[in-house]
């Protein structure tokens, strides 16, 4: 009986102890495919769709239950990021997105779903403002409570945009993809599947894409518009299957992995390919880091919204290579993969550790078939290389994996052969086996910003001690001068570049499949 008795007590001294080391979330980085989008060829093309923004609401409202609001099952509880406010607070979060119409509107779909307009917010935010007025009239903000989120869009001029886009204005990257549609793995694939594009194009494709449209080439368009007009027009539903578009979406599931694979080979040096994976792993890298120095209290929650390619080429590289065929296809509207930064809570107290080595992260993908479905599920899975034993991985692991893949703005810019302004203050700068970006610690740019600033002293010093030089020998002659803005001309021989700096893979053959991945992962 004593004996029992030993052993209740130690299984509920145990028992105590595990509650009391319950996890607890610092932060997470999220990236957020847009939602539904009108296609190409149809009327209002790039646009989001309704369903594409409901998706996206859906999808916030998703992240809202998992980050923010609390649980009463304590099992639940540790998903939620630790001091994350329930209204807005821009502070707190960062919202990056492409430039293009259709993203930039499921960002604010998503926002609007993460922070839903809430009734009496300027209350909540404890504002001076907030009153009535001379009538007695409660004074609020708009729409019941509107909360409206900062979003950062950057451009292709903008140095972050190698880092949500890196596919883009990649020279190299659109070598590679051509150098692949000339192997023989792509022949063979095109030789393939033509006779299914060449009678899809006479049938509904005819005056809305050119001719040389219809191939694999151009298959996730295809599939887009194939799927948009089977969905929203009955006329369409006449003429073409649901088998129809099945097909198209397992070509172009084919297509879209081909070309963002993490593989080596040939026609992908550098694995360059992969280019928008790896450059996005530093805006990972970045965002987590950023809130690892400040203890949880910067970079809560990293919003970033973009198109299918940065995704599908991050998990290329990221997740463990015994877990990927699942997530070869394209990913779902309003498809999500975040890294979620947490540790163990010591005797129940929520302090950030002050080792870091007690510092964990674990990656998730969302994409169910509906993305505004409150009940898709959030999967964990392995990265680098460990198995499901080992879902969570130290950071400090995560850390040397993410550096020795991801690429610095100052990489990305020579992996491409970069002709964006900002690249030029890298041109000559090259990066060697005994000076690499990857041994200094991740995101740390000071020293090439320094040297750029050294560079530009140096030249302004130059040019001064010519101009006086000049001056001075010529005193004498009367000549009128036209005024010339020195900040001016100085900003076209060096750019100003930006203090994020960044560091990545290419595709497997695309040979046929009669395995159909219609649901993608």
């Known amino acids: 009986m004593l004996v029992i008795c030993f052993f209740f007590i130690f299984f509920i001294a145990h028992a105590l102890a595990q509650d ?11 990236f957020t495919r847009h939602g539904e989008t009108v296609p190409l060829g149809a009327v209002g093309a790039h646009a989001l769709t309704p369903v594409g923004a409901q998706q996206l609401v859906g999808a916030g409202r998703a992240f809202r239950q998992r980050y923010i609001t609390p649980h009463r099952n304590p099992n639940l509880s540790f998903f939620n990021v ?3 406010s329930p209204v807005l607070n821009n502070d707190e979060i960062e919202i990056s997105t492409t430039p293009e119409p259709n993203v930039v509107s499921s960002a604010q779909a998503f926002i609007q779903g993460l922070y839903p307009p809430t009734p009496e917010l300027a209350s909540l935010r404890g504002l001076l403002s907030y009153a009535t007025d001379v009538n007695g009239h409660l004074i609020d903000y708009p729409l019941n409570g509107y909360q409206y989120p900062v979003i950062s869009t950057y451009r292709a001029e903008d140095p972050m945009s190698a880092h949500i886009s890196g596919h883009k204005n990649c020279p190299q990257h659109t070598n590679a993809v051509r150098a692949f549609a000339a192997s023989k793995e792509f022949h063979d694939v095109f030789d393939s599947t033509q006779a299914f594009y060449s009678n899809i194009y006479s049938r509904i494709l005819f005056g809305v894409y050119p001719r040389d449209m219809a191939s694999i080439y151009h298959a996730t368009a295809v599939y887009e518009y194939l799927q948009y ?5 009955s006329t369409a539903r006449d003429i073409i299957s649901r088998t129809d578009v099945d097909t198209a979406r397992q070509y172009a599931n084919q297509w879209a992995h081909a070309t963002s694979s993490g593989a080596d080979v040939h026609w992908s040096k550098d694995r360059v390919l992969a280019i928008a994976g790896r450059s996005l792993a530093y805006a990972i890298m970045r965002s987590l880091q950023q809130n690892e120095r400040s203890k949880g209290s910067f970079n809560k929650l990293s919003l970033i919204f973009g198109g299918y390619e940065p995704l599908m080429a991050f998990l290329e590289i990221v997740v463990s290579k015994a877990y990927r065929e699942s997530l070869s296809g394209l990913p779902n509207h309003g498809a999500s993969v975040m890294i979620d930064l947490f540790s163990m809570a010591e005797d129940g107290i929520a302090e950030f550790p002050t080792d870091n080595s007690k510092l964990m992260v674990r990656l998730l993908i969302r994409n169910g078939t509906d993305a505004s479905d409150p009940e898709s599920q959030f ?3 392995p990265m680098f290389g460990t198995n499901k034993k080992e879902i969570a991985m130290p950071y400090k692991d995560f850390v040397d994996q993410m550096v020795f893949n991801m690429k610095s703005t100052s990489e990305w810019c020579r992996s491409c052969n970069g ?3 900002f690249c030029y203050q890298y041109a000559e700068h090259k990066s060697t086996k005994k000076c690499d970006f990857t041994t200094l610690p991740p995101l740390d740019t000071g020293a090439l910003i320094g040297l750029g600033a050294v560079s530009f002293a140096l030249l302004t010093l130059a040019l001064s001690c010519i101009f006086c030089m000049w001056r001075g020998h010529r005193h004498r002659r009367k000549l009128r001068w036209n005024h010339v803005d020195d900040t001016e001309s100085n900003a076209n021989i060096i750019s100003p570049g930006s203090s994020r700096d960044i560091r990545m893979s ?3 053959s695309i040979a046929p499949s009669n395995k159909s991945n219609t649901s993608s992962y």
């Open 20 to 30: 009391n080391r319950r996890q607890i979330t610092w932060g997470s980085v999220v």
């Open 82 to 84: 630790d001091g994350l």
């Open 229 to 233: 007009q089977y969905t929203y027009n």
């Open 379 to 381: 999967k964990q899975y």
């Open 419 to 421: 002709q964006e302004n």
């Open 506 to 508: 290419a595709p497997p």
